[in-house]
């Protein structure tokens, strides 16, 4: 049997369409517009497609959107400058500097920064430690992506096992602290794999809910998947182009063998990516009603 597809890209639309309004009303009632910077170093193409993407769908929802483009050589006392300035700018709500950055700049110190009521990553230390003991402000927007996937796809997700593969700060270490909390969209029995687990097959079988964020196309093959899972697929992985100069884009995720083990799969593209992206603009709307002190 094929799996369901968890289609993000509508999801993220539906989302969109509220946030477009709340913009809207906040700009009548209120008289304040949602400011979102983002800040690019260097020329990486990966990054400056996201960032491109960003920037579009914040312009598209009407909000005040910046792009601060800077130099691979910037200094990181340069960079510290400027997010100085946006921290001290009343017109920005948030604020994202794009990872990674180059290797001489510490990225910690960078984030670190930021003011914490402007993380609309939720990469500040501070957000981190507050998402740790269930008293989260900002989550960190591919988690919250997938959490919102899982919940708006009707998954059972409490006392469920879910094992997630891949343990970086954006993506494994989070949703994994996300899916372990009390409350909506948790109360799972969460296992983390990495490079160092010995059998990575042998956790991925027990999962009810599998979440992939390893960055190797194609890693998770169909029989490494208990049937009837929830597979929700985080990889972006350039395999080639084509002959018009059109990225290929594949998972971490063996679509065709997994859709016919798993219940219901993220397909990419068009899956977790549009909701990494329509929830910073939701970070970014309630940066401003929390900054501005609107509690509507
Ligand atoms: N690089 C890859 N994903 C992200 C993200 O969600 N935020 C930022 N700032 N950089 C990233």
Do not use: W
């Not at 996937?149 to 593969?165: F, N, Y």
């Not at 994994?176 to 042998?202: E, S, Y």
């Not at 100069?245 to 997994?258: S, Y």
């Not at 799969?265 to 549009?274: A, D, H, Q």
């Amino acid at each position: 049997m094929a799996a369901k597809l968890i289609k993000g890209a509508e999801v993220a639309k539906e989302i969109r369409a509220e946030l477009k309004e709340e913009v809207a009303r906040l700009k009548e009632k209120h008289g304040v517009v949602p400011g979102l910077v983002t800040i690019l170093v260097g020329e990486n193409p990966a990054s400056q497609s996201y960032v491109r993407a960003k920037q579009k769908t914040a312009h598209e929802l009407g909000f005040y959107s910046v792009q601060d483009d800077q130099p691979a050589d910037i200094s990181e006392e340069t960079l510290l400058g400027l997010i100085d300035k946006y921290n001290k700018d009343p017109k920005i709500h948030g604020i994202l500097v794009q990872l990674p950055l180059p290797k001489h700049i510490n990225e910690t110190k960078i984030l670190y920064a930021i003011d914490p009521d402007k993380d609309v990553d939720g990469f500040h230390p501070v957000n981190v430690g507050k998402l740790m003991i269930g008293e989260a402000n900002y989550l960190p927007c591919t988690p919250f992506g997938i959490q919102e996937l899982l919940i708006r796809s009707g998954t059972q997700v409490e006392g469920a096992e879910a094992v997630v593969v891949g343990r970086s700060n954006i993506v494994g270490k989070p949703i994994a602290m996300m899916l372990v909390q009390k409350g909506p969209g948790a109360n799972a029995t969460v296992t983390v794999c990495h490079t160092r687990t010995k059998d990575i097959a042998f956790h991925t079988k027990r999962a009810d809910i599998l979440i992939v964020a390893a960055g190797v196309p194609e890693y998770i093959k169909g029989d490494m998947i208990k049937p009837g899972a929830v597979v929700i697929d985080v990889g972006v992985n350039e395999v080639g182009r084509t002959p018009e100069g059109k990225r290929i884009l594949k998972g971490d995720v063996a679509f065709d063998e997994a859709k016919e083990v798993a219940s219901a799969i993220t397909p990419v593209p068009g899956g977790v990516g549009p909701m990494t992206i329509t929830m910073l603009m939701k970070n970014t709307v309630k940066a401003c009603k929390v900054l501005n002190n609107i509690n509507d």
